[in-house]
């Protein structure tokens, strides 16, 4: 009897990672447990924009379980630069500093103000609320295009203005084809924004190589290479002294494309404490922590024969980038799908 070859062109290719899905053997970033563990939990600001006037830990400092806790000012030497953005579009994009803890102001709700450490999770989550925060609410802007408008709140004072940049693409001759067009259509369309919300949230655990003075960090991420090279930059540590891990990720949608700033604080108080540091977002983080999805006014003409053939088209895209350039921001804005 002989064998039949095996093929694979025009044919289905078995799953190989079902297995393992399907009898409880995968490895979740948060499955991970390792010994002296301490558990980090983030205080968010519940402000779309405020000054921060007065910041005191100390009465977490006493809770059941807190190792430590920190504020932007305890911590600021532990970054050589903030959140870098991956992909400035233009010479004259705007990029505001990024950095892991709010530094004298919040720009939108869930920013990171403050953590607590603690041996177990839930006592770091009960300590978050005694730290006591003093708010100056300012105003903010919500609407894109509103944002734009003369007078408008400004989400970053330093720029004197919310406009980002302006990145033009063009092929070909457009004018002759709106010229040659029997018809043009033109239409307004929203791309709403929206919250990618994958079955796992996000999950970072960094332990510290006492041996070789190296970090492994573990985080479900669709992007192991960057979140190394990023956070090597950050931190101030040689990228061969940091290995990152990406476990079985439980779904991303592309919110796990980019570097996070509980990434970097993870590896900072692993390197701060001498142990490794878990954290381990809800879902309400989730909400307001992780990156968002659209957000965008398109301005559409399309130029066409009167039997259908399409000449040409222009798109104006009024895209929200948020209150920071995240790592693909400025790029992937200008990605989304037309109608």
């Given at each position: 009897?002989?064998?039949t070859?095996?093929?694979?062109?025009?044919?289905?290719?078995?799953?190989?990672?079902?297995?393992?899905?399907?009898?409880?053997?995968a490895t979740?970033?948060?499955?991970?447990k390792?010994p002296?563990?301490?558990h980090?939990?983030?205080?968010?600001?519940?402000?779309?924009?405020?000054?921060i006037?007065?910041?005191?830990?100390?009465?977490?400092?006493v809770?059941?379980?807190?190792?430590?806790?920190?504020?932007?000012?305890?911590?600021?030497?532990?970054?050589?630069?903030?959140?870098?953005?991956?992909?400035?579009?233009?010479?004259?994009?705007?990029v505001?500093?990024?950095?892991?803890?709010?530094?004298?102001?919040?720009?939108?709700?869930?920013?990171a103000?403050?953590?607590?450490?603690?041996?177990?999770?839930?006592?770091?989550?009960?300590?978050?609320q005694?730290?006591?925060?003093?708010?100056?609410?300012m105003?903010?802007?919500?609407?894109v295009?509103?944002a734009l408008?003369?007078?408008?709140?400004?989400?970053?004072?330093?720029?004197?203005?919310?406009?980002?940049?302006?990145?033009?693409?063009g092929?070909?001759?457009?004018?002759d084809?709106?010229?040659?067009?029997?018809?043009?259509?033109?239409?307004?369309y929203?791309?709403?924004?929206?919250?990618?919300?994958?079955?796992?949230?996000?999950?970072?655990?960094?332990n510290?190589?006492?041996?070789?003075?190296g970090?492994?960090?573990?985080?479900?991420?669709?992007?192991?290479?960057?979140?190394?090279?990023?956070l090597?930059?950050m931190?101030?540590?040689?990228d061969?002294?940091?290995?990152?891990?990406?476990?079985?990720?439980?779904?991303?949608?592309?919110?796990?494309?980019?570097?996070?700033?509980?990434?970097?604080?993870?590896?900072?108080l692993a390197?701060?404490?001498?142990?490794?540091?878990?954290?381990?977002?809800?879902?309400?983080?989730?909400?307001?922590?992780?990156i968002?999805?659209?957000?965008?006014?398109?301005?559409?003409?399309?130029?066409?024969?009167?039997?259908?053939e399409?000449?040409?088209?222009?798109v104006?895209?009024?895209?929200?980038?948020?209150?920071?350039l995240?790592?693909?921001?400025?790029?992937?804005?200008?990605?989304r799908?037309?109608?």
């Open positions: 009897m002989t064998q070859e095996e093929r694979y062109v025009g044919t289905s290719v078995r799953r190989k990672e079902d297995p393992a899905l399907l009898t409880g053997r979740w970033t948060d499955n991970i390792l002296g563990m301490l980090m939990d983030v205080l968010r600001s519940p402000h779309a924009h405020a000054k006037k007065e910041l005191d830990v100390s009465g977490a400092l809770r059941p379980g807190v190792v430590a806790a920190f504020t932007d000012e305890d911590l600021a030497g532990e970054w050589a630069i903030g959140i870098p953005c991956g992909w400035p579009v233009t010479e004259d994009i705007k505001p500093d990024h950095w892991p803890l709010a530094r004298g102001e919040v720009n939108h709700v869930g920013e103000v403050a953590v607590v450490i603690a041996t177990d999770r839930y006592k770091a989550r009960d300590a978050l005694f730290v006591e925060v003093d708010y100056e609410p105003q903010a802007v919500v609407d295009e509103q408008e003369e007078g408008s709140p400004l989400v970053h004072e330093q720029f004197g203005t919310n406009h980002c940049y302006t990145w033009p693409l092929t070909g001759d457009i004018d084809a709106f010229e040659k067009a029997d018809v043009v259509v033109r239409g307004r929203i791309q709403q924004r929206l919250i990618p919300s994958a079955i796992e949230p996000r999950a970072v655990v960094v510290p190589e006492p041996v070789n003075g970090f492994t960090v573990y985080t479900s991420t669709q992007v192991p290479h960057f979140v190394r090279d990023l090597a930059l931190c101030s540590v040689p061969s002294k940091l290995r990152v891990v990406a476990p079985d990720v439980g779904g991303g949608f592309g919110s796990k494309l980019n570097v996070y700033a509980e990434e970097a604080l993870a590896l900072s390197r701060k404490l001498g142990a490794p540091v878990k954290w381990v977002e809800d879902r309400s983080e989730n909400h307001v922590a992780t968002h999805g659209r957000g965008q006014v398109q301005y559409v003409e399309l130029a066409s024969t009167s039997d259908g399409v000449l040409g088209m222009k104006r895209l009024v895209a929200d980038t948020r209150a920071y995240q790592l693909l921001t400025p790029g992937i804005a200008n990605f799908r037309f109608p």
